[in-house]
């Protein structure tokens, strides 16, 4: 979902790249090389995006992301859960360079299944400077890559386009069509999407649900052809968490009547909320946008990992407004598996929590009306972005 500012990844990520690839071997203070290319560009309300353009990448931003979650099916039945994610994102390190191993882009990725029949997430993660063709992201489109890892929208004369994802990750890989329906839905006002009270705070988001899945995925000795819904979200900023934030709490689910919801709160250091925002789209493609006092998150249950020892809360109620005098809406949010932690910390230095989620109404007899991914963040230690 959302993202990874302040030092963000940067330091981290720089000094794995020095130390694995030798990136920076011509300076060992990173300091004197840090801030000399221009500054960041800010995000702020009214801008219109322009598609296809704004599904490629803007490097000029400090922090971008491209992130796929979803559900497969296979030919038994069986269901698990993906997620692919790229983020790009620009240190300000040694701009305006001439050597093209310049870290001036740095490009990660972390791919991973949740797969019940191991009760645990299968996750891998990379991260490279960029490098065409080895390593980068196209601004026309979509088209993101690191080695054989690869996100890219691709169409022909006469075809509707799609998106590819193809990773390949030892304990599993993947080969997926993922095909959109619909236009790209706007969060926020109209893309601009805040994430604390001051509005310097903010993304450039927009998701694009219900992708309808197929292809291949193996997962151990196993190899499977799948079908499925997926979601994708695209952000792109240069400040995020304020200084008192610690994390978030996402989801993003498709509904079974053809609807879509994609809700978050960040959070202060004691768990209390610092905003929340949310975006509902009904099965007729009516667009409502939930504001700060409409959104409640209510953990109902927790899971320890017994790797980081974190306390995650894995099970959830999310209330939401009612439009006018309507009542209250009350979702339940219940996890595929509890144990779906994701250690990234040798590309971006986080553990956190991302899940395949099943929602809920909260009726006397509750049935399941959609299913999609539920993110958070921080409850390991500080996300720093």
């Known amino acids: 979902m959302m993202q990874r500012s302040r030092h963000i990844f940067a330091t981290c990520l720089f000094s794995a790249l020095c130390a694995v690839n030798a990136a920076c071997?011509?300076?060992?203070?990173?300091?004197?090389?840090?801030?000399?290319?221009?500054?960041?560009?800010?995000?702020?309300?009214?801008?219109?995006?322009?598609?296809?353009?704004?599904?490629?990448?803007?490097?000029?931003?400090?922090?971008?992301?491209?992130?796929?979650?979803?559900?497969?099916?296979?030919?038994?039945?069986?269901?698990?859960?993906?997620?692919?994610?790229?983020?790009?994102?620009?240190?300000?390190?040694?701009?305006?360079?001439?050597?093209?191993?310049?870290?001036?882009?740095?490009?990660?990725?972390?791919?991973?299944?949740?797969?019940?029949?191991?009760?645990?997430?299968?996750?891998?993660?990379r991260a490279e400077r960029s490098l065409p063709p080895l390593a980068g992201a196209g601004e026309a489109h979509t088209d993101v890559r690191i080695r054989d890892w690869s996100l890219a929208w691709s169409e022909a004369p006469g075809v509707a386009g799609a998106y590819h994802a193809r990773v390949g990750a030892g304990e599993f890989a993947f080969d997926l069509e993922l095909r959109p329906e619909g236009a790209p839905v706007l969060n926020g006002q109209g893309g601009y999407s805040r994430k604390a009270p001051d509005p310097k705070h903010a993304s450039y988001y927009y998701s694009r649900p219900h992708l309808k899945v197929s292809g291949h995925l193996s997962a151990g000795h196993d190899a499977h052809r799948v079908t499925g819904a997926a979601w994708l979200d695209h952000e792109w900023s240069s400040e995020i968490m304020p200084d008192d934030a610690r994390g978030w709490d996402w989801i993003g689910v498709n509904l079974d009547d053809g609807g879509a919801l994609m809700?978050?709160?960040?959070?202060?250091?004691?768990?209390?909320?610092?905003?929340?925002?949310?975006?509902?789209?009904?099965?007729?493609?009516?667009?409502?946008?939930?504001?700060?006092?409409?959104?409640?998150?209510?953990?109902?249950?927790?899971?320890?990992?017994?790797?980081?020892?974190?306390?995650?809360?894995v099970a959830w109620s999310l209330h939401l407004a009612g439009a006018g005098n309507a009542p209250v809406r009350t979702f339940r949010i219940v996890p595929l598996m509890d144990d779906q932690e994701l250690d990234s910390r040798a590309s971006t230095g986080a553990i956190y929590w991302e899940g395949a989620v099943r929602l809920f109404d909260d009726g006397t007899e509750p049935q399941e009306i959609g299913k999609g991914y539920l993110e958070m963040t921080g409850y390991a230690d500080r996300l720093e972005m």
């Open 25 to 125: 071997h011509a300076d060992s203070d990173t300091g004197v090389l840090r801030g000399a290319g221009p500054a960041y560009p800010g995000v702020v309300p009214g801008e219109t995006l322009v598609f296809p353009r704004d599904h490629g990448a803007h490097p000029d931003f400090r922090t971008e992301w491209w992130y796929i979650t979803g559900w497969l099916r296979d030919e038994a039945d069986v269901e698990r859960g993906f997620q692919l994610t790229f983020f790009r994102v620009r240190p300000r390190i040694a701009e305006g360079g001439s050597s093209r191993f310049s870290p001036n882009q740095l490009l990660l990725a972390h791919a991973a299944v949740a797969d019940p029949a191991r009760w645990r997430l299968l996750h891998a993660e």
């Open 263 to 313: 809700a978050f709160r960040m959070r202060g250091e004691k768990g209390e909320p610092i905003w929340s925002a949310a975006t509902l789209r009904e099965a007729d493609g009516s667009l409502r946008t939930f504001q700060q006092d409409e959104i409640s998150f209510v953990p109902t249950r927790e899971w320890r990992s017994p790797r980081s020892g974190t306390v995650y809360p």
